[in-house]
Each structure stands twice: as C-alpha cells, then as structure tokens.
C-alpha cells in the first residue's frame, strides 16, 4: 500500500464519460490499496472560453491578445474551470461507492506568490488530505492550478498548464510514493518519434536528463514540475491517459516513463537521449577585442529588447587582443538581434557580423557523461564521416549541443541515435 | 451620498454585452457618488448546465430528477456559476475607469448553515467591505448565492433563486441605505396586469403586505428576501433591469417599487393589492364531532402524506355536538386527499365529504386594514350584487381570503379592484 498523487489534463475529462474513465483510473489504484490524490484541470476548451470572455469584458477584439485585465479578476474567472471539474470527478466517485472529496486551492490551502495569472507555489499544507486519507479513506479530488495568495485572500492561478507542476508540488506536501502524470503521450522517447520511427520509450529516466530534454523541446511534461520532482526528490510517472483502466493489470508494470534520481536506474546508458531544435539563427561577432566587459556589451542590448539568446561560443583568442563571438538565438528574432548588434557596433567594437538562418541545434544528453570521457568526439567523427559540418559546438557536464546546418537535421539526428545505441531493436 | 446594493439575475449577465449594460448602470451610480456593491447571479442558462453535469456524473438518465449526489459537491460545482460573472464584471468596471474587486461568498465571509444546497445565512461579515469602500472607493462585485459552511470550509449555496435574498442580506451587513433589485418587471403591481389591465404599479409597499403578496402568487420576489428586509429594516427597491442606463435621469426617482416600512409610506391606501390562485380544490368534511384532537385526526394524516393544506374554516358549532370543516388543497392533490381523509374516515368520525375543485382563492391585501373596519364587509356585498357566491371566508389581520367558483375568478377580482380604488386613473 502506498499513497499516490494522478494528475489528469483537460483532455482527460472533456466531458463526463471522460471523466467516468479517469475515476475508474482512481477506482483501480483505490482498490489496489493506495492513498489517492488526485488532480484535475478544466474541462477541455473551458480555460480558452473563460480566458476570451476576460478578453471582451476587457473591451479587447476577439482575437486581440495584448489584454491588459486584472489578473486578479483573471484568476478568479479561470479558477472556476477546476472547481467545476474537481467537484463533478469527486460526483462521479462517490456514484461508484467511493469515498471522495473536492478540495479547492484556497481551501488546502496552496498557498503562492502574489504574481497573478503566473504564481509560484510558496507552501502547500499537506496535513489535511493526509488526516483525511488516515481518517475518513477519502480520496482527495483537487483543482490543479488555483492556489490563493495569502496576504490578499485573493484566488491565484499558476498559469497555463501549472496543473504539472502543482501535482508533483502537492505530491511532495502529501509525501506520497509517487505522482503519476496521464498525458496524451505513453511516456518520455529518446528522441522524437516522428523524427527517429526507432526511438525508444524510456523505462526511467532521471530528474537531470528530463530537465534537459524537457527544455530542448520534448513537450511531455512542464520544465517547472521536473524541477519540482528533483528537489523533492519525488518520483515521476508519466503515462497514457487513453489506456482503458479496464485493460491495466493491477500487478504488472503500467506502460510509461518513471523520472526519478539517477541512483535508482540501474541499466545507466551513457546517452539518455537526443532533443533537437529547428527554427535557430546563428550571429557570429568577429575580431571583437578581448577585454573585459565585452561579453557585457553585445547581450545587454539583446536582453533589453527581449531576444532569448540560446547557445554562446567564445573561442581563447588566437593573438590575446581579438577573438571570435557566436551565439544563437530564434530565427523569428534574427532580425531584430542582428540590427540590435550593428546599432551598438561602435560600443562593442567588431570588424564583422555573419549570420545565419537555418541552422539546427542537436543536444546529446545523458548523466552518464559525468563518468565517461570521449562521449561528445565519437559524435563529431560519425557526423564528420556523413559531411556533415559543424557549426558550433557546446558542453555542460550531462549534455552536448551542436549546431549544423537545417538541411541535416533528421539525418544527424538519427545518425546519433544510432551512434548511442538507443534505437529500438 | 449614499451605500447601494445593486442586485443583477442572470438574465441581465447573460453575455458580455449584457454585462457591459450592468456595468454602465453599476457607473451611474458611482458617478452619483454613491458606494456601491453588485451582486451577480450566474450568466443565464450556466447554473442549469451544471445541475445537468452532476445530475450526468451522478449517473442520472438526462431528464431524470431525483439525484441523490453529494449536495457539497453540487454546491463546489454550481457556485463556480457566480464566481465566473463576479470576475467579469469586475473586469469590465475597471476597463470603465472604476476601482472593483470581485468577492467569493468564502472570502467576505458570507457565513451559512450546513444544509448544503439549501442553506440559509447565519452571518455576513461586512466589515472588509464597508473598509474597502472606504479607503479604496472601490464597487465591490459580490457572487450572490455561494457562501461558505464555517465548520467544514466547505463552499454552500443558498438554493436556487437565493441571490435576492443575499443581495439583501449584504445589504444588511453593510449597513446600506437600499437594496435595488433589477428585474423584469419594472415593480410590484396591486394585481397581476395580465388579469387586471388597470393594475397600477405601488410606489411603495410595505414589508408585511409585501410578504402577503409574494406568497400569494406575485412572483416579483423571493418570501425569504422580504422577511430579510423586514427584520433588518432594509429598503428593497424593485427596478426594471430592461432600462438603459443613458435613458436614466440620475437627479429624478426611477420607476419602480420601494418595498419598506409601513411607517415610510404616506399615502396609505387601506388596500395595496389583490392576488388570486387559481387550482385549488376544496374539501368540506361534514358533521364531524366537536371534540379537541379533531383537527389533528384530519390534518395528521394529510401532512403525512405531504399535502400543503393552505385555507382552513371551521365554523362554530349550532348544536355544540357536531361541526363542518372546510380547507383547501392544490387542485393537483385533490384526488390523493380525498382518498386520505376517506381512509381515515372511521378514526375521524364524520358523515359525508363534499370536495369541490374548480375553486379559486382571492386575497385582498392592506396593512392599512387594521385600523379599518368593514373592509371585507364591501367586498361580500359587490360580490353579492354581481351573484358571485363565496363559499368560504379566512381573515388576518392585514388579508381577507376568499373562495370563489373558478369561472368567476377575473371578475371578481376586477369588482374588487375598482372597489378598493386601486385602478389606474
């Protein structure tokens, strides 16, 4: 017997025999013995609907998205969403003989900062739902994503899709075994499908290498909610929300990915698996001086106008007075980032600006690249074999990033997979 | 300067372009230099969709009435209803240049009985509000109808329709000068018009005839609200929700009815109205023994079997031995009454039963009746001279009560309508 949180997206309970499937979800782990939270979103289509109406009443033209509301009101309006799903699923529940309860954030409570709209988890109090699990065997149904800011007493939303991250969070103050996340996914690939047709569905994956494959684009789960789980140390199981709880056998091992710390994987590859990114822009600053300072001077204007800046190269000089400066940022913002640049050319101090669109940052990644060197060279020869050339070249400990031209994108992609003995057999 | 509840149904925040309306009116008072608190009920036809999901969640057949789901649960789903016009309301005053907040039942605190579904108000604390509008000069847009169950922390509503009623109990708790309820009809009138057509619109009426008339069948407003009004010395204004607020001059007295103490109002007419109830059936149980516990061994067993009994008349006995008694039912439990009171006829004791449906009952309502003698006197003769025969006659002390054979209902009413002097000149 174990304590259990399910979270469940909008999707997943888009009307009420969806929301019939996911309580014989709980039913099951219920009957299996376990503790169950379980956290629901709004009704599918209900977040957008409630969002566009704030939109109008704000006097915004449909479609128009600069709305410049209360977030306050915001919260207040989209919270009902969850409210309505928690208390229909805790319904449900009960018609098929369990006991259940609805929980709203403010009456957990989920404490968060006062960023309206986006607000931070501060404190959850686990101490109620866990009473009522010892006490009353009550399965705790609980609007994932409203919380309530203390000092003002008013409704907060994390914001959009912080139903992930409030899972693993209540998940952590419930001190429960494990937090199970029914997506529309089976579970975390060492690369995407689409892509490599031989990607592997990982058994376990820890926290680490999610964290770098969830930022580089595998959009499973919320950056936020990974982080969550590392810190808490709080075992993550992504898995498929369409498997009919009917066919789940109680005693095998679900279909799915467990994202946990990396002492308990056992079968540790070296590469974890590989993210790719299209859609990236290249600026390369040359014979820019080497001074102090220098670095300071070209991201400061980017920053300021809002440019994300992605990979940064900056070679050891040659001569110890000039070196050469690449960075990448969106391709959407090339434009801006390289006008940016030259407005402040006599500032910084360059001889020249190449540029680049159409380029492709791969990112290897894997914690086992801490304990084996040679990882990131035998990607360079494989790829050098096929003429691929690279452009830039990144490192961090759990990771390598490369940056090549578009046109070999899937080609690089599946040659690494390969490479890295993570293709299906 | 004064403090303003303003009270809006759901037909009136239907939409957003309903709710901009609201808004305008919300303005004018505030520009008027009143403080002003709004209370919203759900945007129209939301609350039915809900009742219908938990009714659907609940595993009720669509159609299907007699759902046996959690009322706390209902209750967490349906106030989502208000919070949502609460929210855009406020959104939309701002985007008009006026301070507003919403305000959730659970956050004034709005303190209620645990009869979930059906609560009633135990206790408003409305001192937030009164300080907010004080230091903040902010509208502040009440949810009417959620509030909360102070032991369980559990959302509750007060039933359906029961935002009348918390409109006047805000109003109360913020010591307001008046309570306006905007509706559909533009007052309270001395008859129903579709029956009178010279029915007039009272500028006032006081509580007491106001509480005949309502639970005599003018469905302006709730009972429960009035009886609210009266307790607290509320004045209720009933207004049209169809005017526009540019047509509304704010230095002149707006159509509509002011529902106060009878000391408030100067020119008192004896009568303030007449209300009818057409479906009623009448049972006259014959020679029963004159003996205490008579009327129990009648009423005992109809209230058993949940029969309203509203008129009853017995009069003195002539021999001292035996007596008649009349009483009225629904025309609908004629026939299951009838079956009662013959079931029980040996413990009762009587010689005949003569029931009657097509019956009608008119009421003729004036707090200015006690201090008037001969009042209801007038009304049997005009009946007598047009032969309108009235077969039994209850009185209180501010209400005479009449019934009369069905097919005469409109005349009769309209007799006693000019009698009184209540037609429009």
């Known amino acids: 017997m174990g304590r259990l949180v399910m979270k469940f997206g909008g999707t997943s309970v888009a009307d009420i025999d969806k929301i019939r499937n996911v309580a014989r979800h709980v039913k099951r782990e219920v009957d299996a013995g376990h503790e169950v939270a379980v956290v629901v979103s709004a009704m599918a289509g209900k977040t957008n609907e409630l969002v566009a109406w704030c939109a109008q009443a704000a006097g915004d033209a449909p479609g128009h998205n600069s709305a410049s509301y209360d977030p306050k009101e915001y919260d207040a309006v989209v919270a009902s969403g969850e409210q309505v799903t928690s208390g229909l699923l805790a319904i449900t529940l009960q018609a098929m003989g369990l006991r259940a309860r609805s929980w709203q ?246 001889a020249r600006l190449d540029t680049a669109t159409d380029v492709s940052k791969i990112s290897v990644i894997g914690s086992g690249m801490r304990s084996h060197a040679g990882v990131a060279a035998m990607a360079f020869r494989a790829l050098a074999e096929r003429d691929i050339n690279i452009r830039a070249i990144t490192t961090s400990e759990i990771k390598f990033s490369l940056l090549i031209d578009s046109a070999y994108t899937e080609l690089a992609v599946r040659i690494l997979h390969t490479l890295y003995g993570l293709d299906q057999v």
Chains 1, 2 share one sequence.
């Open 105 to 350: 954030g403010w009456q957990i409570p989920i404490r968060t900062s006062d960023a309206h709209g986006s607000a931070r988890i501060l404190e959850i109090d686990g101490d109620g739902l866990i009473s009522r699990f010892q006490d009353h065997k009550e399965v705790a149904v609980i609007a994932g994503f409203p919380g309530i800011e203390p000092a003002g007493g008013r409704i907060s939303t994390l914001g959009r899709g912080g139903s992930d991250t409030s899972a693993v969070a209540i998940a952590a103050a419930v001190k429960a075994d494990r937090c199970d996340i029914y997506t529309d996914v089976d579970g975390v690939y060492t690369c995407d499908p689409r892509v490599v047709p031989r990607a592997r569905r990982l058994d376990r994956i820890a926290f680490e290498d999610m964290l770098e494959l969830a930022s580089q684009g595998a959009k499973v789960l919320q950056v936020r909610s990974v982080e969550l789980g590392m810190a808490y140390r709080m075992p993550i199981f992504v898995r498929s929300s369409f498997d009919r709880p009917e066919d789940i056998d109680p005693a095998a091992t679900p279909p799915g990915t467990l994202i946990c710390a990396e002492e308990e994987i056992m079968e540790s590859h070296v590469v974890t698996g590989i993210a790719f990114s299209r859609d990236e822009a290249q600026i390369s600053v040359r014979h820019v001086e080497d001074r102090p300072g220098i670095a300071a001077a070209i991201f400061g204007p980017l920053a300021e106008a809002n440019i994300n800046v992605d990979m940064i190269v900056q070679n050891v000089s040659e001569d110890g007075r000039t070196t050469d400066l690449t960075f990448t940022v969106p391709a959407a913002d090339h434009a801006r980032a390289k006008a940016t640049i030259s407005t402040a050319k006599d500032h910084i101090g360059y």
